[in-house]
């Protein structure tokens, strides 16, 4: 048994260095959006082996979500997430973390101040879960670089908690925005974020290559904002049937926006490549839809 145990924990420590070794000699940045049905999940990996999640929860199966969650990772040659995201306390964006922290290792979880201040019974078995598993959980607003944690490419735009009135927003309102920075490309997780006050949203715009769509393609109360603001070329919806709005991607896509929905694409992988030669030009960036095959590629700088 201890022999193949042995050969086992090779074989394991190969394929996770054959997987950083990869990823670092092609500098690139892979983000996968997984098929979770009505939900969330957003596993991204840089070149140097350094990985987060962006939420993990499924209306109708939250341990499948964290299954496919697990499952991207070892198809990634790892078993373990360096930052975790939960967005809000809804069950369909946070439901997966308690069975996939029994799969995989974390060594943090980012929360929003206002994650653990709803009552919810749920709410409270996961934190008491997450401290027991010893995973520190950290507490992040709008205005922060995640530099402190070893990711400079990560940034917070919301929620501000200047005012203490904030703490009793509804969880939606106080979604943590993410935005990842990796060779002159941006891609923003928002969570479902509904707040038309979003204070972000007064500042200079910010153009995005890539927006997750808040609210699983629904309308927000500042959805045409958060469009202006951003200026994305792809909106990837992550969702399934229910309350699908198909009326608003048709509106979307006639607006000139490429829209991917992962209830019809499967899971959808964006990837930015950066130039061996240089680090001035923008990466190249591709966008592979694996259910459809749909391959979308821009040319660096462009």
């Known amino acids: 048994m201890f022999v193949a145990f042995a050969a086992w924990l090779t074989l394991a420590t190969s394929s996770y260095a054959f997987g950083r070794a990869y990823f670092r000699n092609n500098r690139m940045l892979r983000v996968e959006v997984v098929s979770v049905g009505h939900g969330c999940a957003v596993l991204g990996f840089f070149p140097d082996g350094r990985s987060f999640l962006y ?14 969650v697990a499952k991207e990772l070892w198809n990634s040659h790892r078993n373990h997430i360096d930052v975790a995201f939960v967005s809000h306390a809804d069950f369909d964006h946070y439901g997966g973390i308690s069975p996939l922290i029994d799969l995989v290792t974390i060594d943090r979880l980012c929360v929003s101040p206002m994650m653990f201040q709803k009552e919810s019974a749920k709410l409270s ?3 008491r879960k997450v ?3 010893g995973i520190p959980i950290e507490k992040v607003s709008g205005g922060e670089s995640l530099e402190k944690y070893g990711f400079p490419e990560l940034s917070i ?12 927003a509804e969880s939606n309102a106080n979604s943590l925005v993410v935005v990842v920075s990796y060779g002159g490309r941006r891609l923003m997780f928002p969570g479902d974020l509904d707040a038309p006050d979003a204070k972000f949203l007064l500042q200079p ?3 995005m290559d890539v927006v997750l769509a808040p609210h699983h393609g629904g309308k927000s109360d500042n959805w045409e904002d958060l469009l202006r603001w951003t200026a994305p070329k792809w909106i990837i919806v992550s969702g399934g049937t229910f309350q699908r709005d198909r009326n608003a991607e048709k509106e979307l896509r006639n607006a000139g926006y490429c829209l991917l929905h992962t209830l019809d694409d499967g899971l959808i992988q964006v990837d930015v490549q950066l130039s061996r030669l240089s680090d001035s030009s923008r990466g190249k960036m591709k966008i592979r839809s694996y259910r459809t095959e ?7 700088g462009r």
């Open 55 to 68: 939420d993990c929860g499924s209306l109708s199966n939250s341990q499948r979500a964290a299954e496919l």
């Open 125 to 127: 078995e996961l934190e």
């Open 131 to 133: 401290r027991k598993k």
């Open 157 to 168: 735009l919301h929620p501000a908690v200047d005012d203490s009135t904030e703490l009793d």
């Open 205 to 207: 715009p910010l153009s």
């Open 294 to 300: 749909k391959l979308y590629e821009s040319e660096e």
